[in-house]
């Protein structure tokens, strides 16, 4: 499985970003998905994640209520809406699929990664 991820880029505080991450595989529609984050010098982090029908998400607490987590099965895409993000959400993002279909938070349950996409805010 491949993973692509797409739209980082510099945005200023309290703004918005869409990131997107686009899958080669039909293993696709039956993996959670989910979202990581590294900011410089820190470890990953688990951001959100979304089940196999996307019907259930599940979100870190410092995100929760800003960050959407969806999917697009037809289309082999996860999507993370950002609102009004904050300097401190700053980071490199990576998808990741977990082909056991488990939702969680832990990066050991997942077993490919996209390449990741800067995102930076600015205050």
């Known amino acids: 499985v491949q993973l692509q991820a797409s739209g980082g880029g510099l945005v200023r505080a309290g703004g918005s970003l869409r990131l997107s991450c686009a899958a080669s595989?039909?293993?696709?529609?039956?993996?959670?998905m989910g979202w990581f984050r590294q900011a410089p010098g820190k470890e990953r982090e688990f951001v959100a994640a979304?089940?196999?029908?996307?019907?259930?998400?599940y979100y870190a607490d410092s995100v929760k209520g800003r960050f959407t987590i969806s999917r697009d099965n037809a289309k082999n895409t996860v999507y993370l809406q950002m609102n009004s993000l904050k300097p401190e959400d700053t980071a490199v993002y990576y998808c990741?699929?977990?082909?056991?279909?488990?939702?969680?938070?832990?990066?050991?349950?997942?077993?490919?990664w996209g390449q990741g996409t800067l995102v930076t805010v600015s205050s």
């Open positions: 990741a699929a977990g082909l056991a279909g488990i939702t969680t938070a832990q990066a050991i349950g997942y077993d490919y």
């Open positions: 595989e039909r293993t696709f529609s039956s993996s959670v």
């Open positions: 979304v089940n196999p029908s996307g019907y259930s998400t």
